[in-house]
């Protein structure tokens, strides 16, 4: 974000009317942030526009009841745990629909930054920030609260303090959350990795070796592993972990099935192990979660 204006500017296109804090662009690191809060639900359909010449962190400092589609597809619905955040890239759009209260933190990282930095770091292959899943980490959440208090923690010294933690903020993203920047497309693609995902859809309920998954494709597991993880931006275990809680949401939404039919139905080894599954990605379990849905249905 280029000003304050441009930084506002943003906020109206994605629905929000009024910021509780607005900070940035600042001086050093050209960061900027936002915060706003809501008290209750709006079930307007908003649109997130792309951010271009930023990465954008989207902070929950309190649980959100959203809906999110990508296009037309519907990606989530449920509840968002407080203290999880995700990065989006420049280029990310979309749309969702609050149906509960909200404190959020918008956080946007030139990406001139982030490329400098990471250039910094001596290796001979490029890393950019991917797009991430909503996760919990107290480094950034950390940060991010610092910046917040900037102006209670060093008074006139506030925009340098922020610019610093801005710094911070980007190093350790870089390094817990960056991923090779490939100018090349991966060599898995076409019909062998449809093959690949549309097995990992009508296995969800069995193991998927990471050797199964390299024999449909005629590749060896190491091999395999780095190609898919090009193509798709998760590993294999990761995404097929992933497709599983998916699939899983699905189910508690239906109200009838017991959690632990669930877990099984979806390859877990016990209802705990679901159970601990689905609370470290969405950040709520299994039960809550389904409540929490049912009670916004």
């Given at each position: 974000?280029?000003?304050?204006e441009e ?28 915060r ?31 809906r999110?589609?990508?296009?037309n ?7 968002i ?59 950034v ?20 303090m922020?610019?610093h ?24 693609g076409?019909?062998r ?5 549309l097995h ?11 050797a199964?998954l ?7 597991a ?35 099935a ?12 016990s209802a ?11 950040g ?14």
């Amino acid at each position: 974000m280029e000003s304050v204006e441009e930084l506002e500017r943003w906020f109206r296109m994605a629905g929000v009317d009024s910021l509780h804090a607005c900070i940035g662009p600042l001086p050093g690191s050209r960061a900027a942030l936002g915060r706003w809060t809501s008290d209750g639900p709006e079930h307007a359909i908003r649109s997130v526009s792309p951010h271009p010449g930023t990465y954008r962190l989207a902070l929950m400092m309190e649980p959100l009841d959203a809906r999110i589609w990508q296009g037309n597809t519907p990606v989530w619905g449920g509840t968002i745990g407080a203290n999880r955040f995700r990065l989006c890239p420049p280029g990310e759009q979309g749309r969702w629909s609050q149906l509960s209260g909200c404190d959020i933190v918008n956080v946007f990282l030139p990406v001139p930054l982030v490329d400098r930095l990471a250039a910094q770091r001596g290796e001979q292959i490029d890393a950019t920030l991917a797009a991430s899943q909503f996760t919990s980490d107290g480094m950034v959440f950390d940060l991010v609260r610092k910046m917040l208090d900037a102006q209670a923690l060093a008074g006139p010294l506030a925009a340098e303090m922020c610019d610093h933690l801005a710094m911070a903020l980007a190093c350790y993203l870089i390094e817990h959350y960056s991923r090779p920047a490939q100018s090349a497309e991966s060599s898995l693609g076409g019909a062998r990795l449809r093959r690949v995902l549309l097995h990992i859809t009508e296995h969800l309920d069995t193991p998927l070796a990471n050797a199964e998954l390299a024999a449909l494709c005629g590749m060896s597991a190491a091999h395999f592993s780095r190609e898919f993880h090009r193509a798709v931006g998760l590993p294999p275990h990761r995404y097929v972990l992933t497709r599983r809680l998916e699939q899983a949401c699905v189910a508690l939404a239906g109200r009838e099935a017991r959690i632990v039919d669930i877990a099984e139905e979806f390859g877990f080894h016990s209802a705990s192990h679901f159970t601990r599954a689905f609370t470290a990605h969405y950040g709520l379990a299994p039960a809550a979660w389904r409540a929490g849905r049912c009670n916004n249905c």
